[in-house]
Each structure stands twice: as structure tokens, then as C-alpha cells.
């Protein structure tokens, strides 16, 4: 479907059930479950046993699950579920009425933890098979997730080629915080009667707006 190794190949489906019998999981959850997901395969698995990369420091596996739908949105918190039950990195493809996008979470080490807690999740479009813009690229496993992350990322985390990926992510959210204040600040700016409080209003925005800029700039 993306073009990965026949050695990488694992073709087993699992039963959605796996991911919901675990008594915490909510009624809602279960729900989600059962009436968003027809069908799971675990397409492929992407690590130094099955390819010639070098062990990464962070990522030790990359699982691709191929996810069948019955409808064309999924409740991001079974991706979050999913994600808890397998302690490995996860590239999700997504599949509706024979389209496809490509899914992955921004996967950190747990503080104190050998599991991972998932920051984020970045989409694709929906597109067809050969249209996903997902492809191997790197020498090491660490390096492979972080270029999945920034393919199915794409303007989102920015240009700086020369960021990190944490980087990239903190940068991102810096942007989105800074663009919500922002747009408060406008919407209180057009209700202010008072000349004195929206010269404020209008300094304090310009300010932040200096602010998204050298984060943009970054």
C-alpha cells in the first residue's frame, strides 16, 4: 500500500474486541469500537529484524495498522487506546469507501515509564492508495518515525529543517497558543467601547502578534 518491504509483511487482522475487554475502558469507548471499526490488520512491522536499519534510540518498532471503517470519521480516543495497548510506535492507515489517510501520534517517553504517551495526532487527507505521502526514508528507526511524523504532518510543523521534532511539536503549539490569544483579543477589541481600554486592547495584540512572528520566523 505504501510501498514497504515484502520482509517487513505481517498480514494478521486483530480482533477489535482486544482493545476494548479490558474492564477500564469506558461504555463509550466500547461503542466507538463497535460501530466505527469493521475490520484491523496488522500490515506490517518496521524494525532492524525485518529491515537493514539501525536500532533507534527512542523507537524500537514501528507497527502499521491498517484500520477499516464504517464510517468516514473515527473517535480519536480509540486511536488513543489502541496506542496504549501496544507498546510500540504505530503508523495507522485509515480506510473508508476505498480511500485512505495515513495517521500518526507524536509518541514520547513517559516520564519515569517504560510506555509512551501519545502528545498529538497528525492526518492526512483521505486520498487514494498510492497518493498517501508516506514513504521510508532514514537510516534509523528513530529517524524513519520522525520523517513518517513530518510527511503526514506536512506545513504543519513548519519549515525549519534544522528543528528537532520535539522541537517542531513545541513550536506548533507555541503558534496555535499565541493564534487563539489573537483571535480573543479581536473579538474583544470589536466589543470595547471605551477609546483608552482598546488602545490597550490593540497594544497588547500587537505585541503577541510580534510574538507569532518569531515563532513563524523560528
Known amino acids: 500500500m505504501i510501498g514497504l518491504p515484502v520482509s517487513t509483511e505481517f498480514n494478521k487482522r486483530i480482533p477489535k474486541q482486544k482493545f476494548y475487554e479490558n474492564i477500564a475502558v469506558t461504555s463509550a469507548m466500547k461503542k466507538a469500537f463497535v460501530e466505527q471499526i469493521r475490520i484491523i490488520y496488522w500490515r506490517n512491522k518496521i524494525a532492524a529484524t525485518t529491515l537493514n536499519l539501525a536500532a533507534g534510540e527512542q523507537v524500537t518498532e514501528i507497527e502499521v495498522f491498517e484500520v477499516r471503517l464504517s464510517a468516514p470519521e473515527l473517535d480519536e480516543s480509540v486511536l488513543h487506546q489502541i496506542d496504549r495497548e501496544i507498546p510500540y510506535h504505530i503508523l495507522f492507515l485509515l480506510e473508508y469507501a476505498g480511500k485512505y489517510r495515513a495517521v500518526i501520534g507524536y509518541k514520547e517517553v513517559a516520564a519515569g515509564k517504560t510506555a509512551?504517551?501519545?502528545?498529538?495526532?497528525?492526518?492526512?487527507?483521505?486520498?487514494?492508495?498510492?497518493?498517501?505521502?508516506?514513504?521510508?526514508d532514514g537510516l534509523s528507526l528513530d529517524a524513519v518515525y520522525e520523517n513518517f511524523v513530518r510527511q503526514i504532518a506536512g506545513t504543519a510543523l513548519g519549515s525549519d529543517e534544522s528543528a528537532t521534532l520535539k522541537e517542531s511539536v513545541e513550536q506548533q503549539k507555541q503558534r496555535e497558543q499565541l493564534e487563539k490569544q489573537i483571535?480573543?483579543?479581536?473579538?474583544?477589541?470589536?466589543?470595547?467601547?471605551?477609546?483608552?481600554?482598546?488602545?490597550?486592547?490593540?497594544?497588547?495584540?500587537?505585541?503577541?502578534?510580534?510574538?507569532?512572528?518569531?515563532?513563524v520566523m523560528n
Not at 509512551?116 to 487514494?128: A, N, Q
Not at 474583544?188 to 515563532?215: A, D, S, T
Open 116 to 136: 509512551f504517551k501519545v502528545d498529538r495526532y497528525y492526518y492526512t487527507e483521505w486520498l487514494e492508495a498510492d497518493e498517501l505521502p508516506v514513504h521510508l
Open 183 to 215: 483571535a480573543a483579543l479581536e473579538a474583544k477589541i470589536r466589543k470595547e467601547k471605551q477609546p483608552r481600554k482598546k488602545f490597550e486592547l490593540v497594544q497588547e495584540l500587537r505585541n503577541i502578534q510580534g510574538k507569532l512572528e518569531g515563532v
